[in-house]
């Protein structure tokens, strides 16, 4: 096997996720390696704690990044919160509704599960239906912004039920945070998990993470310990605690949290409501570029996510050939439908850096183009301009 | 709060790790960061499996990094490998088999614990003797090269004595790979996991993990599931698996994958058997110089780690003090003692890039006159002399 260093190309991502990240970001990522337990290393987790907490609009003292994927966030939350023989209300309408039903399972809690359709937001009369046929449910869990179909869901309405029958909620923000409303005191959430590689556009790898006093309660009151050491918060707190000498616990990935750092800091300097304007301003100049297009959107319009847009391929377009072709001839990346969705949806993500104006005219080029090229579509100049216009709006 | 960008220090870490990350690593780590499903990516993927499987001196088909640190690399061995009820025989010389200890029980095993002293290697007539005790055993787990202590166990004999009793064993080797004699196949070890932050200096996040078949028929034939849903091997191989499509599954660290490459790529070019020679070499000089500064190597010759070096501190020497002096005066960074080593020892890494000559060098230099300025110690330029000579000799 011949052997040399890896140089990747360099692609415009926008599927649902790794986003691109802000060479700011790449830079910090590079800084010099410093112990996880210097003194200047334990500053900088202080201030990316704060930082986070800014984010997640909380004041929970737990609030810290778990040193791990997205996916082990989840894991995290459920590990803790679910312990063996607990009814957990688990909300599906997508894939990572799905995992969390799994997720329970590992735990060794019951999971009852509210489905609804992949491409509709979480009903809250079902929601409230179930857990009055379970008044001995313990959690209520749910997906913000779901990744695989670009719904959101009405999380504070979803709480508001959870906590009228004394259950504790398990939020996924893995695509909100950062991208769209999300305030996690505000609206009571108890624990809510995220991802680093979304719309905060650090790399991928680890999963910010928030826990309320009343969620953190039931941790310590845990009669059975927690189905994981490396995930177990009693444990993690010990490392990330803001009181006095910190215990080892494990290695913390040093650089993956100076990008997580910076990624924040950046979100600080441009003020996270602005973000959120970001995200939806280039949305909606995407939306009136693709059906400029005749194109469609899945999701109705009340429930679509500005930072992920799940588009129905039209009929005789071949969905692999066209997505490889875009990342052929631009090194653009568009994400493909997952499940029932496969073959059915695109999903276009305006995540983090990704959520750019040059993005969104890319986007509309190179699919404009490439359906022309197929005999489908629209006038591409046109769907541009349409694009435009709703950018130059203020 | 100010907040700005983190710049950290410029350290020399000769820790127990993370050690000094190349330039060349922390280059990689930077790059674009391109989707982890991109055809690009899964080809780099497929390369890095090969050269994980030659640094471990193994061609099991399952080989491939645990996207999360060495702890959580140990929780994948242990969550796959022991079902509940399952005993497990688990050899604790340190903390780490302690850790070991833990996560059977957290997987629902019954763990049995032959014990060493801190500073002694793994005592193979007492694994024997437990295993004729216990012959419904199903496990055996220890330690290869104990990063509490600095002390390496017999890792062939210990398998030897395992599999004469029918058990599977688990292996830690997060300090031992790349740094000191490691030969899964050779050696008939079934599953070993390894970090990234140490001989390979890699930075701090990923675990390096292989297991061959026999081990891999126990995760299949398993009843009840993993109890992690993020670290369940038959989950966690469809994305990493050789062939065909690969299943998404978590979204995986992609830049930090390119350090580990990069890091692989270099142990490749330096060759692994070089690169023992490399840190066997450091290891002697910084043992000559540390003998003439009148210091003692804690643990006894034949079951000293070249690449962790346990250096009982002298009497009326301020532990934390003199650490404290080395980071604020020269950016050198050593380790404390752990548990009741806490205060008795310091843990000298010379661990991947950190195992050179320069910082063998700066150690006995910085060390020798910091215990000169408290009146203890001994001739500093004669110490380096004899490191030197030994650096010297080929």
Redesign the interface.
């Known amino acids: ?1 011949p ?9 415009t ?1 926008m ?1 649902p ?2 986003a ?2 802000h060479p ?1 970001i ?11 337990l ?4 334990v500053a ?1 987790m202080d ?1 990316l704690k ?2 986070l907490r800014d984010a997640f609009r909380t004041r929970n003292a737990l609030t810290m990044p778990i ?6 966030g ?2 995290t939350c459920f ?1 803790n919160l679910v312990e063996p023989g607990d009814k957990v209300v688990v909300c599906i309408n997508g894939v990572f509704g799905g ?1 969390m039903k ?2 329970v ?4 809690g019951t999971p009852v599960c509210v489905e609804d359709a992949w491409g509709d937001a979480v009903d809250p009369d079902k929601l409230d239906e179930t857990l009055k046929l379970h008044p001995d449910a313990k959690l209520v869990a749910f997906v913000h912004a779901e990744t695989s179909t670009g719904v959101a869901s009405d999380v504070p309405t979803l709480v508001d039920i959870a906590h009228r029958h004394d259950c504790l909620t398990i939020v996924d923000a893995v695509t909100s945070l950062g991208g769209s409303p999300l305030e996690v005191d505000a609206w009571g959430a108890d624990a809510v998990y995220a ?1 680093s ?1 979304k719309c905060l556009s650090c ?3 680890l999963a910010p993470l928030t826990m309320n006093e009343r969620a953190l309660e039931k941790v310590r009151a845990r009669q059975e ?6 995930l ?1 918060l009693n444990l993690v707190l010990g490392y990330w605690s803001g009181s006095g000498k910190r215990a ?9 949290l ?1 990008a997580l ?2 990624s924040l ?1 950046m979100l ?2 441009e003020g996270i409501e602005q973000a959120w304007a970001r995200h939806r301003r280039n949305h909606l100049a995407l939306k009136a570029g693709l059906e400029a297009l005749g194109l469609e959107l899945m999701v109705k319009e009340a429930d679509r996510l500005p930072q992920l847009n799940a588009v129905t391929i039209p009929g005789g377009i071949d969905d692999a050939l066209l997505r490889k072709q875009l ?1 052929d001839l631009y090194g653009l ?1 568009i994400g493909a439908g ?1 499940g029932p969705l496969a073959g059915r949806i695109w999903r276009i993500g305006l995540m983090g850096y990704s959520s750019r104006a040059q993005n969104v005219l890319l986007c509309i080029g190179a699919l404009g183009t490439a359906l022309k090229a197929l005999g489908a579509g629209g006038d591409t100049g046109e769907a541009l301009s349409r694009a435009q216009s709703v950018l130059s709006e203020v």
Not at 105 to 108: L, Q, S
Not at 225 to 230: A, C, K, L, M, N
């Open positions: 096997m052997v040399s260093s890896f140089q990747p190309p360099v692609r991502l599927g996720g790794p691109d990240v700011r790449l830079s910090a990522l590079a800084r010099p390696t410093i112990g996880h210097d003194p200047a290393f900088m201030e704060q930082l040193s791990a994927p997205g996916s082990a989840m894991e590990v995992r799994e997720n399972i590992r735990a060794g991802g590689q790399t991928p790898g310990p927690v189905r994981s050491w490396f177990d080892y616990h494990h290695t913390a990935p040093v650089n993956a100076y750092h910076e800091v600080h300097e990342l990346e997952l």
